[in-house]
Nanobody, 120 residues
């Protein structure tokens, strides 16, 4: 069974940086597209970033501040988040799928989520 373990969340101040990690197991990692989503309190889960091989794309709200990357040797993806803002506060989830998309339905496998809180 595919397992995704996302870690690295925390409480930071506006303008700080944070790096999230997602370790995958029980899948042929290099064959999967990987994504990050987030869900703020009272809001729907939304797309943040995705990576297919070396191709990446981002939600407009994080473009230029967040960077997604992958390490196929270690079955891990990362989300480097710079210049964090209070509106980035959410639970962040990594996801795996075989469609390179930005909708929840594109990713059948999900991590448990990691909380990111950005204070003013």
């Amino acid at each position: 069974q595919v397992q995704l373990a996302d870690t690295g969340g925390g409480l930071v101040q506006a303008g700080d940086s944070l790096r999230l990690s997602c370790a995958a197991s029980e899948l042929t990692f290099k064959n999967f597209n990987m994504g990050w989503f987030r869900q703020a309190p009272g809001k729907e889960r939304e797309f943040v970033a995705a990576i297919r091989l070396s191709l990446t794309y981002y939600a407009e709200s994080v473009e230029g501040r967040f960077t997604i990357s992958r390490d196929n040797a270690n079955n891990t993806i990362y989300l480097q988040m710079n210049n964090l803002k209070p509106e980035d506060t959410a639970v962040y989830y990594c996801a795996a799928g075989q469609h390179f998309g930005r909708t929840l339905n594109d990713y059948p496998y999900w991590g448990q989520g990691t909380q990111v809180t950005v204070s003013t």
